[in-house]
């Protein structure tokens, strides 16, 4: 039992170190899913957690591959070869979690797993591809485990089940102000919602007195069959089309590992599969056409990821009574194909964790780190081209995030 309580802080700061570090991770990923709540020791336990991530991805080189609808963002050879591409942006998470008896524990949280935000502008030469793209997720989880003993620990088995909502639009240039019949500044736009359910079952093994504990959870994807929207041409030719399609978000398995290793130390790390390649070019298609295809589609959107794989490491120790720290090194490897910006991301977190009584909990943690350089451009993937309309290229970039949270035991 002395050696638990030991444990106790350090655990604190590595949870925060490694929640922030899958903040940048690839496809879509902000949030993530995290049910480290579920595991905390008291009767009841309420954390509240925010995360601000600010990637600062720079395209150069931008050229405008598709002279249908003008060359340059003013249709005649205008526009930068250069943009910013990202915007910084919060992945807040909230959650509550209570024992029953002796041998259940259910959590209930807030969070936001996906999204993401591209704004290049309306004035670089790739504004026929993004002027500016956004995508926002709300995800309301209930999660419970039983746990029993076998061996010198306990084996705890979870469950539990999720609803998603999903929500986004994309703007881009359709046709340049000044062509013949077009009625605005050129500017076409895709809006989309839907929502679905998802459910997710894993297994733990934990040995207090060592601070050890092991898990494995699978989520599993969410089936947004019911996705509707408009494309709105208002700005075009003054058409606004709804449209539906269907789209799975990514299911994932992450297995997570930390083990005391001498007085005051802690290990730990992970690694996680999330399935990514289930988004490759998502057809929309004109509300009462009987089956939605690329052959068919108003518009869609391309993204041509692969499965991502992040994988983390770390140390944590304990200071004394109330002062914890851990250290960690994240590696994601990048969803891009060719087309598009997410490449290998490296992160370097740090964190602490202050204990003023039992009852609560305060942490702070920061990362630093580097987004790859890479290129985008015309690519075949499975026989479906994407990146016809621009290419361009981009360096090494930098990507910051700072993490604050509040819990509280009863």
Not at 61 to 83: E, F, M, Q, V
Not at 228 to 236: A, D, M, R
Request: glycine content about 14%.
């Amino acid at each position: 039992m002395t050696r638990k309580i030991v444990f106790k802080g350090i655990l604190a700061a590595a949870t925060l170190v490694t929640l922030h570090s899958g903040a940048q991770a690839g496809g879509l990923e902000r949030g993530g899913y995290n049910i480290d709540l579920l595991f905390d020791p008291s009767t009841v336990a309420i954390e509240s957690t925010t995360t601000y991530v600010a990637p600062q991805r720079k395209l150069k080189n931008a050229r405008d591959n598709n002279p249908l609808d003008g060359t340059g963002s003013n249709g005649i050879g205008g526009g930068s070869t250069t943009a910013d591409d990202t915007e910084g942006y919060w992945a807040p998470r909230i959650g509550i979690k209570g024992a029953i008896g002796d041998s259940v524990d259910c959590m209930f949280d807030y969070s936001q797993p996906w999204g993401a935000h591209a704004k290049p502008g309306r004035n670089w030469v790739g504004a026929n591809n993004n002027t500016e793209t956004k995508i926002e997720s709300d995800n309301y989880a209930a999660t419970c485990s039983y746990r029993f003993d076998v061996g010198p620990g306990q084996l705890r088995l979870i469950g539990g089940a999720f609803y998603q909502e999903v929500s986004g639009f994309k703007e881009r240039l359709v046709a340049p102000a000044g062509f013949s019949g077009v009625l605005g500044n050129g500017i076409g736009r895709l809006d989309l919602e839907g929502n679905g359910w998802g459910w997710r079952t894993g297994v733990a093994y934990e040995i207090p007195e060592y601070a050890l504990r092991a898990s494995l959870v699978y989520n599993s994807e969410v089936n947004l069959d019911n996705i509707t929207g408009t494309v709105n041409l208002s700005q075009v030719n003054g058409a606004v089309i709804p449209v539906y399609g269907s789209q799975k978000t990514p299911d994932s398995l992450e297995l997570k590992l930390q083990s005391g290793i001498a007085p005051d130390w802690l290990a730990f790390g992970s690694v996680k599969w999330t399935d990514w390649s289930q988004l490759q070019k998502i057809p929309f298609c004109a509300v009462g056409t009987s089956s939605c295809s690329l052959s068919n589609a108003v518009t869609s959107l391309e993204l041509g990821y692969r499965d991502g794989w992040t994988i983390t490491g770390g140390i944590g120790h304990k200071f004394n009574e109330q002062w914890s720290g851990a250290v960690s090194v994240t590696w994601d490897r990048g969803t891009s194909q060719g087309f598009g910006t997410q490449t290998d991301t490296w992160l370097l977190g740090a964190g602490v964790g202050y204990q003023p009584s039992k009852n609560v909990e305060i942490r702070l943690s920061g990362a630093i780190g580097i987004l790859t350089g890479g290129s985008s451009g015309s690519v075949t993937l499975d026989g479906v081209s994407y990146g016809g309309d621009v290419s361009y290229s981009f360096k090494d970039d930098l990507v910051a995030a700072v993490s604050t949270s509040l819990k509280v035991r009863f």
